[in-house]
């Protein structure tokens, strides 16, 4: 072959790949319009199938569930994505059809493949099993056109996560809306949180999900929620009324509105990597196996260990985790996205949802899987992948277990338990994980590698939702443990979390001593295991007084959140400490603190410890487990000495 003859084909055929990846993203940007676009005077209904598909069609529902009409809907465009074919179908009715519920169904290889609310479905009914077409704008609550998203650096950010039903459904709470999202617009539930200090809230999952019955609410059921039906939209059972499609969006944005105004931020716990089912879901009935990952041999890979793990790194799935997060920030106004199992999402796509959203939209999520995946580590949205995305954070294992003990075990203990050797992954977990001189990563758990890039990469916390409580993980880790030890070491733990250089995060009830009578995995029990009793904000008044005030300081000084790697590596540095002592210097009026050599010493030992410091004139404004700003004692010298298992915090 003559070379002009090969230079002609090899263009020839890089035309023909361009045209083919051409074709797939307009076909994507094409395809990435509502399910329902609601006009008043006409609704289009749009679907995208399987190109091998023959047919679907829209049906119409009255609210009685009568079928009123079945409308065959004609594809629009077929196109080559990646390595699967897809297509766009669409249907369009004439007249006003707002509030009228609808479901797809589509047809495969002779086969119907049984009616859905769609994949993207903006509003649904009861139990989400139809969807509804809607005018959003009807859904807006006073004042939302006024909402403004706190503005709250990364650094700053302290976390709460908590669950609707926990949080109000206690009698003690006198809350009016009890266990609803309503819950979070009451009075007392902001008046809490202020005082409290947080500044974002991180509710577990609160789009639709499946394992409570909507058509049940007057019998007690508990899930925290980890079952995607409809991604979104939000969950029925935290409404006023699962059954009309406008009601649980309204009070959606009426927590959210309420919450802004309080100047706190709402984070969204996302769960795509799994969801409930296959055979019941969206996914399944209108692009078979399209959306989950497949073992060699055609079983479901179960990374998420729930059956099932959906497929990322698809095109069109890539594109629908990216939308549904744009969907959230944009109808709802949502400040974050905690992701579920990050560590099955590959690391394009979460960058791509990083590129795609607000900067100052908080991103982070489980830089794990709960088993193997059907894609490599290295292409996977893990921990030690962390520096190949930037913006993004994941909790630190790290520093919780080195506090708490491992999770293998409830019964196991680590530095709060008085074992020796868990010092340098607490010190990880403080410098926020990044690379730091005085932090021997040969010494520290389940990581040789400093994963942050940056410090706000890093989620520094002691407990959540999953495995024990942080005083039930105490109690369970530490035989004979009085409550007063219980007390010192809980305030101890959280000293930690909030001193961290990471992004402190803790469990909604923590503050107020919360257990769950030892239960591990309280996704499904009762109220009386996961609800919080709001009684005992009065029977252990030290405890959020600890909590609020260990808070404020964090906020009121610079030097515990600098926010770059450089600014943590130039301003703290560790103590030469014994044994079950960890304590670092935040130096030469760190991020401009008008606080000088800032020095917190951790001490989980059972007796009082002594310790060399350099000499000089200074503060101490914690000590013991009480915290006040202005100064509890002052001294001079080159030695203090840390009471017995808490925190001392003192500066020049
Ligand atoms: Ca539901």
């Known amino acids: ?85 897809l297509s766009l179908w669409n249907a369009s009715i004439d007249g006003d059809l707002n509030g009228t519920f609808y479901t797809f169904e589509v047809t495969q290889n002779g086969r119907a493949l ?6 993207r479905a903006l509003a649904v009914g009861v139990n989400g099993k139809q969807a509804a077409v809607l005018d959003l704008n009807d ?54 949180l202020k005082r409290l200090g947080v500044n974002a809230v991180h509710i577990l999952p609160s789009f639709d999900y499946a394992s409570v019955d909507e058509t049940r609410l007057d019998q007690p059921q508990y899930n925290w929620g980890y079952d995607p039906v409809n991604y979104w939209v939000p969950e029925g059972s935290y409404s006023t009324n699962p059954y009309d499609p406008a009601t649980r969006i309204r009070e959606f944005k009426r927590m959210v509105h309420a919450l802004h105004k309080a100047g706190i931020k709402v984070i969204l716990d996302v769960v795509y990597n799994h969801t409930f089912d296959v055979g019941g879901s969206a996914f399944q009935h209108t692009m078979p196996e399209y959306f989950y990952r497949h073992n060699p041999d ?56 990083r590129r795609a959203l607000p900067p100052d939209i908080f991103i982070y999520g489980e830089g794990w899987a709960a088993g193997g995946c059907a894609l490599p580590n290295e292409q996977l949205g893990m921990k030690a992948n962390v520096s190949q995305m930037p913006g993004i954070a994941a909790f630190s294992d790290e520093i919780r277990d080195g506090l ?42 389940y990581t040789d590698i400093a994963w942050a890039k940056q410090p706000t990469q890093l989620i520094s916390y002691v407990s959540c939702h999953d495995d024990m409580c942080l005083t039930d993980r105490l109690r369970a880790s530490i035989p004979g443990l009085t409550e007063e030890q219980l007390i010192c070491l809980d305030l101890l733990a959280q000293t930690a979390v909030m001193t961290s250089q990471g992004v402190p995060f803790m469990l909604s009830g923590e503050e107020m001593l919360r257990n769950k009578k030892g239960v591990h995995n309280s996704y499904n029990s009762p109220d009386s295991i996961n609800h919080l009793d709001w009684n005992n904000i009065n029977r252990y008044p030290q405890v959020m007084r600890y909590y609020s005030r260990l808070i404020a300081m964090r906020k009121h000084h610079p030097a515990f959140r600098l926010g770059s790697a450089d600014a943590v590596r130039r301003h703290m540095s560790f103590l030469n400490l014994p044994e079950l002592m960890v304590g670092f210097c935040l130096k030469d009026h760190a991020g401009g603190d008008r606080w000088n050599n800032i020095h917190v010493i951790l001490n989980a030992n059972k007796t009082d410890q002594t310790v060399s410091i350099p000499q000089g004139r200074y503060t101490i404004v914690a ?20 009471p017995a298992q808490s925190a001392l915090i003192f500066h020049q």
């Open 114 to 119: 049984g009616e859905t609310p769609g994949t």
């Open 298 to 353: 055609g079983t479901y890979s179960n990374g998420s260990g729930c059956g099932n793990e959906t497929a990322s790194e698809r095109p069109w799935m890539r594109q629908y985790i990216i939308d549904c997060c744009r969907h959230w920030v944009d109808e709802y106004h949502i400040d974050g996205f905690r992701f579920d199992l990050m560590g099955i999402h590959d690391i394009k796509t979460m960058n791509a949802v």
């Open 623 to 642: 000590r013991d487990g009480e915290i006040n700003e202005r100064g509890l004692d002052k001294f001079e010298g080159n030695s203090v000495t840390v």
């Open 404 to 445: 708490r003990g491992p999770w293998d075990g409830d019964d196991k203990a680590a530095f709060l338990g008085g074992v020796k050797g868990n010092e340098e992954s607490i010190k990880f977990g403080l410098v926020g994980g990044i690379q730091h001189p005085q932090v021997n990563l040969s010494k520290v758990n």
């Open 139 to 192: 859904t807006d609550p006073k004042g939302w056109r006024f909402d403004r998203r706190p503005r709250i650096p990364a650094k700053d950010l302290v976390i709460y996560e908590m669950h609707h039903r926990d949080f109000s459904i206690h009698p003690s709470g006198r809350f009016r809306h009890r266990g609803k999202y309503l819950a979070l617009t009451e009075k007392r539930a902001i008046k809490h």
């Open 1 to 85: 072959m003559t070379r002009p003859l090969t230079t002609l084909l090899l263009i020839a055929m890089l035309c023909l790949t361009m045209e083919a990846q051409t074709n797939g993203r307009d076909f994507i940007r094409q395809a990435r319009v509502p399910e329902a676009a609601y006009t008043p005077t006409q609704t289009t209904f749009s679907l995208v199938t399987l190109a091998e598909a023959e047919g679907a069609v829209v049906r119409l529902y009255s609210n009685d569930g009568t079928l009123q009409r079945t409308q065959p809907m004609t594809r629009q465009t077929s196109a080559p994505v990646d390595k699967e074919a």
